[in-house]
């Protein structure tokens, strides 16, 4: 991976999914039906979810990023470190890593979402 930070979106998720596949935690992913900057069909924008620990875990500590999808850069850098250098978890505990909750805002530098909802005050 480049050392150079993410700039846009892509490069978020990218770098969010390589670290998810080292890992070795559980990705899902889901498109949302919104177009992206690049005019595209919106097919790319996705909200990814990553489980480190038991799937029948009792507890889990669930950490977001880009509700306010512009200030999901540093969310992501965060997820993405942790991953890269994943904790010790306590028995029966996992970690649920929700990337991108808004990717439409991520991408396009806006709070809000592609239906001018702003997630965190709606």
């Known amino acids: 991976m480049s050392t150079e ?3 846009t979106y ?13 890992s070795g935690a559980q990705l899902t992913s889901t498109t949302i039906n919104a177009t992206g900057p ?6 790319d ?3 990814d ?6 799937a029948e875990a009792e507890r889990a500590l669930v950490v977001l990023s880009g509700v306010h999808g512009v200030e999901g850069f540093v969310g992501s850098a965060i997820q993405c470190d942790l991953l890269e250098a994943p904790p010790a978890l306590p028995p029966r505990t ?4 929700v990337h991108a909750v808004n990717p439409w ?8 979402n592609e239906h001018n909802v ?5």
């Open 5 to 7: 930070p993410p700039r």
């Open 10 to 22: 892509h490069e978020c998720r990218s770098r969010f999914r390589h670290a998810v596949a080292t």
């Open 38 to 43: 690049d005019g595209g069909d919106g097919s």
């Open 45 to 47: 924008l996705t909200i």
């Open 49 to 54: 979810v990553a489980m480190l620990g038991p």
């Open 94 to 97: 996992a970690v649920v890593l």
């Open 105 to 112: 805002g991520m991408a396009w530098l806006r709070r809000q």
């Open 118 to 122: 702003d997630l965190n005050r709606n």
